[in-house]
């Protein structure tokens, strides 16, 4: 199947520092790529939907001003936590839809934690 | 998107099937029931897709019945290494627009 890569797979930062977070297909073009957020014990939480060449699409609750996304070339797509607090710790995924069925292929994840 | 409900959490041993239920009620004609798992600290998988009754892949089957309100999931002789959660989803069909929302999941727990 097709391949998502994420980078940094874990990050530590200090409280008011900016992060950000790189979701690649890796061989293949997605236009569309999706980003979810999963607290420990929780299930994954659909936070916005990213679109390339054109703005991303937030789920209800989730501050566009505080995660940025940017989804600039068919492979890649940013995530950028701004101003990041602890509270923002979490485990961040992403995924992209590929093939003539749109199937969804997920990321490994990334690690964030801020101290 | 149709809300699935699933068990929190369920315990197997090695060797034995597992056979994990979702119900999805209020199911749409397009939409398709598709399952995902996932390990600890990594992003979900793919395991199987299914639109009715009987599909079946390398490492798991799907059975749907003809109301399609609600799905099995088997796992055959599962190993320790099945002990994931294991997702339940609703994907729209015909307007796919590629958004999942993920429930609570099932936790398996295989014991040697």
């Known amino acids: 199947g097709a391949v998502v890569s994420q980078h940094p797979s874990r990050v530590i930062c200090k409280s008011g520092t900016s992060v950000k977070i790189e979701c690649r297909s890796l061989?293949?073009?997605?236009?569309?790529m999706f980003w979810y957020r999963q607290f420990p014990k929780q299930s994954l939480m659909l936070m916005a939907t990213?679109?390339?060449?054109?703005?991303?699409?937030?789920e209800q609750g989730v501050e566009k001003d505080k995660f940025l996304i940017n989804h600039a070339s068919l492979t890649l797509s940013t995530l950028t936590v701004t101003s990041a607090h602890p509270e923002d710790s979490s485990f961040y995924i992403c995924?992209?839809?590929?093939?003539?069925?749109?199937?969804?292929?997920f990321g490994p994840g990334t690690r964030l934690t801020v101290l | 998107l149709a809300k699935t409900t699933q068990p929190i959490s369920m315990d197997s041993y090695e060797g034995q099937e597992v056979n994990i239920t979702c119900s999805h009620n209020?199911?749409?004609?397009?939409?398709?029931i598709t399952w995902y798992q996932q390990f600890p600290s990594q992003g979900p998988r793919f395991i199987i897709q299914?639109?009715?009754t009987k599909v079946t892949n390398e490492v798991a089957s799907l059975f749907i019945p003809a109301d399609r309100k609600s799905s099995t999931l088997s796992l055959p002789r599962v190993s320790l290494s099945d002990t994931a959660v294991y997702y339940c989803?609703?994907?729209?069909?015909?307007?796919?627009?590629?958004?999942?929302?993920f429930g609570q999941g099932t936790t398996l727990q295989v014991k040697p």
């Open positions: 995924s992209a839809l590929a093939g003539e069925n749109n199937e969804q292929f």
């Open positions: 061989d293949f073009q997605a236009t569309t």
């Open positions: 990213s679109n390339e060449g054109s703005k991303a699409t937030y």
């Open positions: 209020n199911i749409a004609t397009n939409d398709y």
């Open positions: 299914g639109y009715k």
């Open positions: 989803l609703v994907v729209m069909g015909a307007s796919n627009t590629g958004k999942l929302i």
